[in-house]
């Protein structure tokens, strides 16, 4: 989270740590219905609270309350904290707590050698030692030897702890997500009293469930006081302080991605001096961003949740014509459901933002996992020759500033803008740097009210080739609007192939024409030439920044470039990959981006592709590194 943060120089060096780096991962696990997410949402907070810098990875399973127990039931929430820069949620927990033996079964694998294990004892039956394929208790026949392991029944102490307030065995056990929260607090030397507001504030109509789960979260933390083990031989529990991080003066919080698409657009809006309308149709991850930005309708924002997906995209581009910026979002599917109209909002030439928060694919495809596979959808995705901007943030704070560059280019351009993001990005968080709104330049919008010397004509060009936006109604200025080609400068319907080519040729000549009104192409770490070039866009950031640092420390020839501006590409980003010997591509996907580099420039650029459903690892980066230096 450098961007929000961190003062970090080109050659990767934190300017602000004036202390030895430090940092921790935790993984939560258990199932869909154990409140893993909200506890880690909470153990987030924490962090935030006490300090330190942070990134997060909410891990769940599409169904929405899958069998209990089961393997592919578990839901995870992953959190990298520490005192220094933090740009990746971790590429192997130091800590991981598991609620049952499912949880460990598909999460061990990944806990660092030595690493300490958490584990409910009471959760560990025969009945759900075979729902998770184990043939013996793994807490028992020395199969996690390699790991440190504390088990206790976490179930059994958190029936006592709430047993004074008369709830069910059911309602009781759902308050073990907070012992267990209360015992993390502990380990990490945390605070409980921001998390006990909360509880009071969330069960504000229950005074009993507060009373109940605060109750629990506080008997967590005495047993970590207290080191109430209970079983002979076992690791006692570590406790460990996180210093605060050293960063910038100002006013910090956490933030999502979802949430950042929110506010963004909001604040893109205001410099553009237009109010918003949002057309959407729920779906994961993108639904967030509906829900946040329902909330803000002070701010001069109409959302509407429409039947479908078409319906939604058709919705907001009618009130582009009507003079506000439409604005929708979905993930893949839904996404190309929307092309139709977004050939619409190309041809008609209105403003439009459409957010692409990606997942994994085909059809439905992975609904709660992350992936990069749209960019191909993004770029080339639409019949006839239908080009469109697009951009792509790097995290969850980056959303803000590029949610706000698409409102930009959407209006001064007048053409619709992909905004692409993805499930990590949209459900991660971070801390980010509230920024002041009076540090942006303002981009006012100017509508035509007033009949131009020498007639109007709907399809005039200013220098940038956008046309005039006219609002429905305006005296002398009614026009033809819809999907047939348009007249040049009239607008009139025209089938004639000289016509069609011309207009063809404009719309991308004005799209091509927005790499002049873009920064040029910067190097995120190292030189602008040299060996290698590590290229990145999107949500790879973090994992690319983190391995580059790493392998120019043992010397290495390597440097990262990260590309916002996805289409058209920054204009200098030719030239500047052409001084690289080699070239890599890391993305999530089969090797999108490399083959757009490859058309765009005939650089030999090399694909490091991962099709998981789950971010990059730092070292899978640090390796293809070596092997590409080797």
């Known amino acids: 989270m450098a961007s929000a943060a961190h003062k970090i120089d080109n050659q990767g060096n934190s300017s602000t740590a004036n202390h030895p780096s430090e940092a921790v991962v935790v993984r939560f696990a258990g199932d869909s219905g154990d409140g893993m997410q909200l506890t880690g949402g909470q153990f987030t907070l924490s962090s935030a609270l006490a300090g330190n810098d942070f990134a997060t990875f909410p891990d769940f399973p599409a169904e929405i309350r899958a069998p209990q127990g089961t393997l592919f039931g578990v839901s995870a929430f992953q959190i990298n904290f520490g005192s220094d820069e933090i740009d990746t949620a971790g590429d192997a927990p130091d800590v991981l707590v598991a609620m049952n033996p499912a949880a460990l079964k598909t999460n061990v694998k990944d806990l660092k050698a030595g690493g300490l294990i958490i584990a409910d004892s009471g959760e560990f039956s025969a009945r759900n030692l075979g729902k998770a394929e184990y043939d013996a208790n793994p807490l028992e026949d020395g199969s996690l030897a390699q790991w440190q392991v504390i088990h206790f029944n976490i179930s059994q102490l958190t029936m006592d702890a709430v047993k004074p307030f008369g709830l069910g065995n059911k309602e009781a056990l759902r308050c073990k997500n907070m012992w267990t929260l ?46 109430e083990i209970g079983q002979p031989g076992s690791v006692p529990i570590p406790q460990r302080h996180i210093s605060a991080a050293d960063v910038a003066p100002g006013l910090y919080r956490t933030i999502t991605g979802a949430e950042a698409v929110a506010y963004g657009l909001v604040a893109g809006c205001h410099l553009a001096g237009v109010k918003m309308f949002f ?226 040729d404009i719309r991308k000549n004005k799209i091509d024409g927005i790499a002049s009104y ?89 694909p490091l592709n991962k099709v998981s459903g789950q971010p990059f690892r730092i070292a899978e980066i640090e390796a293809a590194i070596e092997g590409e230096l080797a």
């Open 279 to 504: 057309g959407g149709y729920p779906i994961t991850p993108a639904s967030a961003i509906l829900h946040y930005l329902s909330n803000l309708k002070h701010f001069g924002v109409t959302t509407f949740q429409a039947e479908d997906e078409i319906a939604a995209i058709a919705s907001a581009i009618g009130a582009s014509y009507a003079g506000q910026l439409g604005v929708t979002s979905s993930s893949g599917p839904g996404i190309a459901l929307k092309g139709e109209a977004m050939g619409l909002a190309a041809m008609t030439e209105l403003p439009l933002v459409i957010v692409n928060s990606q997942r994994g694919g085909p059809s439905t495809g992975l609904p709660t996992k992350t992936e990069q596979s749209d960019l191909y959808q993004a770029v080339y995705g639409r019949n006839g020759d239908t080009p469109m901007p697009v951009i792509a943030a790097r995290s969850p704070a980056d959303v803000f500033e590029c949610a706000i560059e698409a409102v930009r280019i959407a209006t001064q351009f007048m053409t619709p803008v992909i905004l692409l993001t993805d499930g990590y990005i949209a459900n991660a968080a971070e801390p980010w740097k509230v920024p002041d709104t009076g540090d942006f330049k303002p981009f006012p919008v100017s509508f035509l009210e007033s009949v131009p010397e020498g007639g109007f004509k709907p399809y005039s060009r200013d220098a940038k080739l956008a046309r005039p936006w006219v609002k429905p109604g305006t005296p002398g200025l009614l026009h033809r609007i819809g999907g047939i080609e348009k007249e040049v400068d009239t607008g009139h319907i025209n089938y004639s192939p000289a016509n069609h080519q011309a207009m063809t």
């Open 518 to 606: 873009i920064p040029e192409q910067d190097v995120c770490i190292g030189e602008d030439h040299g060996k290698l070039a590590i290229v990145g866009w999107g949500s790879t950031f973090g994992p690319i920044h983190q391995a580059v640092r790493r392998a120019r420390a043992k010397g290495h020839d390597v440097a990262h470039i990260h590309v916002r501006h996805i289409w058209p590409l920054p204009s200098n980003l030719g030239d500047l990959l052409k001084r690289y010997d080699r070239v890599l591509v890391p993305e999530m996907n089969t090797g999108q981006f490399k083959t757009v580099l490859r058309d765009q420039f005939l650089v030999d650029a090399k």
């Open 182 to 227: 209360g015992l993390a607090l502990w380990m990490f030397d945390r605070d409980r009293q921001p998390i006990i507001d909360w509880l009071n504030g969330k069960f504000a109509k229950n005074k009993v469930l507060a009373d109940a789960n605060i109750a629990a979260l506080n008997a967590g933390h005495a047993y970590g006081e207290t080191a």
